[in-house]
T-cell receptor, first 115, second 112 residues
């Protein structure tokens, strides 16, 4: 099963708050985990890319993967109004070559940062 | 540094018309794909290609056709447009199928 679950929101928080966005998944073969940000009327852009379990930090963003719980998170510190967007998680299995199982996306969480 | 370029950005068609959505990438990526994005449905894979001359179907291929004659270009054809094909279409590319994909800014298509 390839299903990835993600709360659609909207999630509304005040400026400066810490934001936590989450996805759960059922396929234990997933090894690569990504977070995309999508502004209105734009394509998704890659924010974070991690392999297997652990944490990865990039500026105000931290991606966390817990493979034992099949749970991934994206934390945004000191949130800004410009962070208002839809955030999509994506993941893939560790294999080379073709196949329809490229990336499996969550449906996205709509985030609103209130000034 | 263009990345993934999609044209047109907007299009209105009448039921039964055909058209081609263009996608080009300048990153020498082998893997290219087409998605449609509908409210509440997320991104759904239509067709994909792992290299020039090789294409295959994704989750929702019916009513769409693709070809890949060069590494750079991956056009999507609507054979006979139907209102159910009203959507936002995204093209994406990556070096390998399981790596992060780079997206274009989409084509917003309305079928009347």
């Amino acid at each position: 099963q390839k299903e990835v679950e993600q709360d659609p929101g909207p999630l509304s928080v005040p400026e400066g708050a810490i934001v936590s966005l989450n996805c759960t998944y059922s396929n234990s073969a997933f090894q690569y985990f990504m977070w995309y940000r999508q502004y209105s009327r734009k394509g998704p852009e890659l924010l974070m890319y991690t392999y297997s379990s652990g944490n990865k930090e990039d500026g105000r963003f931290t991606a966390q993967v817990d493979k034992s719980s099949k749970y991934i998170s994206l934390f945004i510190r000191d949130s800004q109004p410009s962070d208002s967007a839809t955030y999509l998680c994506a993941m893939s299995a560790a294999f080379q070559g073709g196949g329809a199982d490229g990336l499996t996306f969550g449906k996205g969480t709509h985030l609103i940062i209130q000034p | 540094n263009a990345g993934v370029t999609q044209t047109p950005k907007f299009q209105v068609l009448k039921t039964g018309q055909s058209m081609t959505l263009q996608c080009a990438q300048d990153m020498n990526h082998e893997y290219m794909s087409w998605y449609r994005q509908d409210p509440g449905m997320g991104l759904r894979l239509i067709h994909y290609s792992v290299g020039a001359g090789i294409t295959d179907q994704g989750e929702v291929p019916n009513g769409y056709n693709v070809s890949r004659s060069t590494t750079e270009d991956f056009p999507l054809r609507l054979l006979s447009a139907a209102p159910s094909q009203t959507s936002v279409y995204f093209c994406a590319s990556s070096y390998l199928v399981n790596q992060p994909q780079h997206f274009g800014d989409g084509t917003r298509l309305s079928i009347l």
